[in-house]
């Protein structure tokens, strides 16, 4: 589980595929998630980046 949540699994979906909660998950692996606030900027910068209309052909 260690290495889906380094690798940048969602927690929720870790949780599920090991039958723990979230809360459980976080409260035992939150050393992994750790240090990941770079990628998570990144992220949220590109799914919130303005796109080009669907009928600009620039």
């Known amino acids: ?3 889906w949540l380094s ?15 979230v809360a459980v998950l ?3 692996y ?3 998630i750790a240090g ?3 990628d998570a900027k990144r992220r ?6 303005p796109r ?4 600009d052909t620039r």
């Open 1 to 3: 589980m260690s290495t």
């Open 7 to 21: 690798a940048g699994v969602p927690p929720a979906q870790v949780a599920e595929w090991a039958g723990h909660s």
């Open 26 to 28: 976080l409260k035992l």
């Open 30 to 32: 939150a050393k992994c």
């Open 36 to 38: 990941q606030e770079e």
């Open 44 to 49: 949220i910068a590109e799914a919130t980046k």
């Open 52 to 55: 080009a209309a669907s009928g």
